[in-house]
């Protein structure tokens, strides 16, 4: 199984509250992301897990937390949504550390802020 | 910060013509060149990659060139069939360092 799970599909957020979404994996993979994609533009990397490590992007390193309790597993939190929170949050993971392997995406989550 | 630019933006062109998408990056740390697309409602698969030690690489319809004096790499279908409209994003990866930089994406229509 390759597939990249997240969830939910599409998720509405009051301005101001906590937004937390889900990725899983079965493929026993090291790492895994999370971008950011909003229309016309490239997807950003927010951040990833190398196994335990958390690796968050200057730019956004106050604006997203996550947590990965397991191998399979990883979460992005948003702890105070704000209007530019609206995008479409791809999680992907790849095996080792990723820079030269296959990144596996998910069907991503449709977050709107309102 | 890194930055790769991807053109054109969409990309319209009949069927069984061929498609170009061409992609410039500015790290010249970069040496793998992944090409992922991305189907309407479906999530970004890999479908060709191209590392530095080589200039051209094919698979099936799927050409990709790699210039790295001019650090440009472009992605070729030849004789295109619907099933290729989707997006398609083009990125540049220093394989010694995590990132990968994508480009804004290719909207490509393919017409009948």
Known sequence: DTTVKQNPRYKLARVGKPVNLICSQTMNHDTMYWYQKKPNQAPKLLLFYYDKILNREADTFEKFQSSRPNNSFCSLYIGSAGLEYSAMYLCASSIGTASAETLYFGSGTRLTVL | ?112
């Not at chain 2, 790290?27 to 890999?46: C, M, R, V």
């Open chain 2, 1 to 112: 910060g890194e930055q790769v630019e991807q053109l054109p933006s969409i990309l319209r062109v009949q069927e069984g013509s061929s498609a170009s998408i061409n992609c410039s990056y500015e790290d010249s740390a970069s040496n793998y060149f992944p090409w992922y697309k991305q189907e309407p409602g479906e999530n970004p698969k890999l479908i060709i990659d191209i590392r530095s030690n080589m200039e051209r690489k094919q698979i099936q319809e799927l050409i990709v060139l790699l210039d790295k004096k001019a650090k440009r790499f472009s992605l070729h279908i030849t004789d295109t069939q619907p099933g290729d409209s989707a997006m398609y994003f083009c990125a540049a990866i220093d394989t010694n360092a995590y990132k990968v930089i994508f480009g804004k994406g290719t909207h490509l229509h393919v017409l009948p």
